[in-house]
C-alpha cells in the first residue's frame, strides 16, 4: 500500500465516491413516489461506503479501521440489492456499468481490509 496523506488518496475512496455520484444521477430519474423509499435508502447507504472508508482511515487501531471498512462492506452489498431492485423495476438501464463499478469497488474494499488484518493478524 502506498502512503497516503488523506482519505481522499485512497484509491477505493476515490472509486466508491464515482460510484455515490452515479447513484445520484440515476436515482434523479426514479418515480417520485420512490423519494422516500427506494431513492433515500439508495443514496444513504451508497453514501455510508464512502463515509465509513474516510471516518476508518482516520481511526488509530486497526481493529477500529476494520471495523468501519467492514460497514462500508455491509452498505455495498446493501447497494447491490438497491442496483438489482432499480434493474427488476425497470427504473435504471445503467445496471451493468454500476454493477461494474460496484464490484471494482468491492474488491479493492476487500483486498484492503486482508492487507490490513493479515498485516496486523487480525484475520
Not at 435508502?41 to 464512502?50: D, E, M, V, Y
Not at 461494474?100 to 487480525?122: F, T, W
Request: net charge positive; hydrophobic share 35%; with cysteine.
Amino acid at each position: 500500500m502506498e502512503k497516503t496523506n488523506t482519505f481522499q488518496d485512497l484509491v477505493v475512496w476515490q472509486k466508491g465516491h464515482q460510484f455515490v455520484l452515479e447513484v445520484y444521477k440515476i436515482t434523479k430519474q426514479f418515480p417520485k413516489e420512490e423519494i422516500y423509499g427506494l431513492t433515500s435508502q439508495f443514496r444513504r447507504a451508497a453514501i455510508s461506503i464512502t463515509a465509513n472508508i474516510a471516518e476508518g482511515y482516520k481511526r488509530l487501531s486497526y481493529k477500529e479501521k476494520l471495523r468501519f471498512y467492514n460497514i462500508a462492506q455491509a452498505s455495498l452489498e446493501e447497494c447491490k440489492y438497491f442496483l438489482i431492485l432499480s434493474r427488476d423495476l425497470e427504473y435504471t438501464d445503467q445496471f451493468q456499468k454500476l454493477n461494474d463499478l460496484i464490484n471494482e469497488v468491492s474488491k479493492m474494499l476487500n483486498s484492503y481490509c486482508r492487507n490490513i488484518a493479515n498485516k496486523n493478524n487480525y484475520s
